[in-house]
């Protein structure tokens, strides 16, 4: 961008940004400060609204208002006016280039992502991701943000519930070539276009099963694509399930190959209890095993599960229990008695170190 061409020459004012994710909005307020500070910190500030270009749309005007309001408080003009008009306008370019998505034929939407600039392979039918995906949100940003802190370049990390791939993308992209990642998705629409979207990827593999407690030959899954296609399994068939092959994630690993793993993420819609109790083996050959998983007390209720039982045994095995909070992803000590009166979905981080 041209844009960025301009920041050594900036030694102006200091716009702040509000977060651009949550509210998609960008305040900007002038100091009467100068120099280099102020105009790194400029630059700073700028780079990120290079980084997050998709969201500007919507806020050009507002750009241009502020600016003219900074302009007339500083009382003279400078270059900061061309930059904000730079920024519109490199925005509006952007915009204009934007990659479109496309509609297969099948029920597929080929949506393109900015955040990954890269197509995901969608269901059309669904009301809960695609039309958030095509229309540029950042899903899961607490989730995005924390995996951006604890996953490192080389590190091996397995996916259970990897639905249409925003984690696994995260993960592809935190690894590196040089790491792993294994994505386990149980729906078998979803694992195909999921494979489909990660082609790009050779070191993420797809695999096609529900993670449980046991080793089962088969079990049945959902096939609904009409809002939020998840992974709730049971054991009796009928015309709308899909049968899957049942593992536990301590007999995948082995059979994969895998040898060691530094990071799960578990997130399978109520079902997490019992991949919990099936990789327990796994617990006790990677000490060092980081997990990312979601719980719902009500929904733990709902499904029978002894949630206090579950939570102490959680913690038996991590010395540290955070949830992420959602406004920002930030870490909060938590405990199995505080979880107990949680609601709603919780995303939780565990680890030893």
């Not at 009382?75 to 479109?100: C, M, T, Y």
């Not at 034929?105 to 990954?116: A, I, L, N, Q």
């Not at 979601?294 to 913690?315: G, H, M, T």
Request: aromatic share 8%; proline share 3%.
């Amino acid at each position: 961008m041209t844009v960025l061409l301009s920041f050594t020459a900036l030694q102006v004012i200091v716009p702040t940004f509000q977060d651009c994710n949550a509210k998609r909005q960008i305040g900007i307020r002038a100091t009467d400060s100068s120099g280099p500070r102020c105009a790194n910190e400029l630059s700073d500030a700028l780079a990120k609204v290079a980084d997050q270009v998709d969201k500007l749309e919507g806020v050009v005007l507002q750009f241009e208002s502020e600016t003219q309001a900074a302009t007339k408080k500083i009382g003279r003009r400078s270059n900061f006016e061309q930059v904000i008009n730079g920024v519109a306008h490199d925005v509006k370019v952007l915009r204009a280039e934007r990659p479109v998505s496309l509609f297969l034929g099948g029920r597929v939407v080929m949506c393109w992502v900015d955040f990954f600039q890269q197509y995901f392979y969608l269901d059309s039918r669904d009301r809960g991701l695609t039309p958030h995906l095509c229309g540029g949100t950042v899903w899961e940003h607490e989730i995005t943000r924390t995996v951006k802190r604890i996953v490192r370049s080389g590190q091996r990390v397995v996916d259970i519930g990897a639905c249409m791939g925003w984690c696994t993308a995260v993960f592809a992209g935190a690894v590196g070539e040089t790491g792993k990642v294994l994505a386990v998705e149980a729906n078998p629409r979803l694992s195909d276009m999921l494979a489909r979207t990660m082609q790009e990827h050779p070191h993420v593999r797809v695999v096609n099963k529900a993670v449980g407690s046991q080793d089962d030959t088969q079990v049945f899954v959902e096939n609904k694509m009409t809002y939020c296609p998840g992974n709730r399994v049971v054991r009796e068939a009928n015309a709308s399930l899909e049968p899957v092959e049942y593992v536990k994630l301590d007999t995948l690993l082995l059979n994969e190959g895998w040898d060691r793993v530094d990071v799960i993420k578990i997130d399978v819609d109520g079902h997490e209890w019992r991949v919990w109790e099936g990789m327990q083996e796994t617990l006790l050959e990677n000490p060092d095993l980081e997990l990312l998983l979601e719980i719902n007390f009500q929904r733990d209720r709902v499904n029978r599960i002894d949630s206090k039982l579950y939570y102490e045994a959680l913690r038996s095995k991590f010395e540290n229990m955070f949830i992420i909070r959602r406004e920002d992803g930030l870490l909060m000590q938590t405990s199995p008695s505080e979880l107990l009166e949680s609601f709603g979905n919780v995303n939780l981080y565990l680890k030893n170190k």
